[in-house]
């Protein structure tokens, strides 16, 4: 079992960053691959990075590609996202993901727990 708990989110101005965390308990988390996810209102749940196990390999949406940096550090059993050149556009809920192998996967459904979540608004 991994508890996932999600925070850095925030109000930020078009153009800002804002960096996320997710902090892992249970398990050590290097044996799994981490993604993370986002939730616009009335929207479903959009695929942003995720990165393997190791942290050797990372996959971004295109929407956030040279943007966005997934990073990992297992000693540390936590996940990061740098956000940079924020947009309107980015503004949703943000989920933390574990999956139970060490494999990428950019399908909400190959993920296995799941954090509370962490809002971000960029304005305009």
């Known amino acids: 079992q991994v508890q996932l708990v999600e925070s850095g989110g925030g109000l930020v101005q078009a153009g800002g960053s804002l960096r996320l965390s997710c902090a892992a308990s249970g398990r050590t988390l290097s044996n799994y691959a981490m993604g993370w996810f986002r939730q616009a209102p009335g929207k479903g749940r959009e695929f942003v990075a995720t990165?393997?196990?190791?942290?050797?390999?990372?996959y971004y949406a295109d929407s956030v590609k040279g943007r966005f940096t997934i990073s990992r550090d297992n000693a540390k059993k936590t996940v990061y996202l740098q956000m940079n050149s924020l947009k309107p556009e980015d503004t949703a809920v943000y989920y933390c993901?574990?999956?139970?192998?060490?494999?990428?996967?950019?399908?909400?459904?190959?993920?296995?727990?799941w954090g509370q979540g962490t809002q971000v608004t960029v304005s305009s």
């Open positions: 990165i393997n196990s190791s942290g050797g390999t990372a």
């Open positions: 993901a574990a999956r139970s192998t060490g494999w990428n996967s950019k399908r909400y459904d190959e993920y296995d727990y």
